[in-house]
């Protein structure tokens, strides 16, 4: 999010200066610089244009955008250069533990069990954990099994240890994971290793690991506060690569689904998925056609619509629950079917998920229009709904 175009537009809007906003108290009321009802929707508009973005109804109230904090917190989800971290990757020797693994003695000191409990918490809000050293994997086994360590092995989702360069490994982590750098934060204490990510993946972002100002824990934490998952990722993962290797014995999907005593359950409204619906819509960013995100006040005003439905995909196999890995927001008119969004989860791919999904909502038995709107990483998916017989609708 551009803050100058915002502070801009602010200026315009209440005839301060953009040193005066920049100084304001994050926490005052705007209404102290004439930010009144009228000039909230004169704001509004003006974002909007300025920026290419749509307001949803449920963040338009004026309580939403009455100080700056709540106002660029409102504003922040609906931009893309601002994009969910997902992944954090981080070295071992002197970030992990202090010293050289296999070279010198290592030990755990209270700058670095502060790290660790911040890394089991992102953990545990589904953030999924990777190590990238240059070392053997056997001395990076043994700091896991000797030393007295709150981080366990079992919460790291990928292994990356070698001798190559750490932007080669990071770019291997993208492609296992299927997910876009912008979504990795790399931890480091080298500084040559962090200019070398900066310079070869920019879209990666890079955090230097000093145990003199731990001031880098609390800025880890920051670049994650908004990743709350209601899924263990690390164990799904996991379960995914176990699919992956046994894709390979087969030559179409139906037969690797078989194999996988795969169940696949639809489910209409289900009030009981709202958070995770809402998540599913904020962190797909590669298979949703829209590029709309929602809220969960948002999900629950689509399930109390009488237009509207949520259709949600449930998958299972012998590996284990997969939960929903994808839905669609529709909307039945009076002689036509419009899917305003349609979100396939990265995991799922390539198991025809998106195309079950659809033939659930062509059982309505009217024409089907979809709504797309083209960002950067949906383009791989631009022709889905013409590929499979539905016609673009034009918002």
Not at 250 to 277: G, K, P
Not at 359 to 364: P, S, T, V
């Amino acid at each position: 999010m551009n803050k100058e175009v915002i502070f801009q537009i602010l200026s315009t809007i209440t005839e301060k200066s953009k040193e005066e906003l920049i100084n304001f108290p994050e926490n005052q009321p705007l209404l102290d610089l004439g930010l009144d009802s009228i000039k909230f929707i004169q704001f509004i508009v003006a974002v909007e244009e300025e920026c290419h973005i749509e307001t949803h109804d449920s963040d338009l109230l004026f309580i939403n955008f009455d100080t700056m904090e709540k106002l660029f917190s409102t504003l922040e989800k609906y931009f893309e250069n601002t994009p969910l971290k997902k992944v954090l990757i981080c070295d071992c020797d002197n970030v992990l533990w202090h010293g050289v693994a296999g070279e010198e003695k290592i030990y755990v000191d209270s700058g670095i069990e502060q790290l660790h409990k911040t890394l089991v918490n992102l953990y545990s809000n589904g953030v999924l954990l990777c190590l990238c050293s240059k070392n053997e994997k056997a001395n990076i086994d043994f700091a896991f099994e000797n030393l007295d360590m709150v981080l366990e092995k079992e919460q790291i989702a990928i292994f990356k240890i070698n001798y190559h360069d750490k932007a080669t490994n990071i770019k291997e982590i993208s492609d296992e994971l299927h997910l876009s750098p912008d979504s990795f934060v790399f931890l480091d204490d080298s500084d040559y290793e962090c200019g070398l990510v900066s310079s070869l993946i920019p879209e990666v972002y890079t955090v230097k690991a000093d145990y003199r100002d731990l001031s880098f824990i609390a800025a880890i934490n920051d670049l994650f506060a908004q990743n709350t998952s209601s899924v263990n990722r690390t164990k799904l993962y996991k379960e995914q690569k176990e699919r992956e290797k046994e894709k390979l014995q087969f030559t179409t999907v139906q037969e690797y689904n078989h194999s996988l005593e795969t169940e696949a359950t639809f489910r209409y409204d289900n009030a009981e998925a709202i958070q995770r619906i809402a998540e599913l819509t904020q962190r797909t960013n590669q298979f949703n056609l829209s590029g709309k995100r929602y809220t969960e006040e948002d999900i629950i005003n689509f399930m109390n619509s009488q237009s509207h439905t949520i259709l949600t995909l449930s998958v299972s196999d012998k590996y284990g629950d997969m939960g929903i890995v994808g839905a669609a927001i529709y909307e039945m008119k009076a002689d036509f079917v419009v899917i305003h969004a349609f979100y396939l989860s990265c995991r799922a791919f390539g198991r025809d998920f998106e195309t079950l999904m659809l033939d659930e909502i062509k059982k309505l038995n009217k024409p089907i229009f979809g709504v797309y709107h083209e960002t950067d990483k949906n383009k791989r998916h631009q022709f889905f709904y013409k590929d499979n017989g539905v016609s673009l609708y034009e918002l």
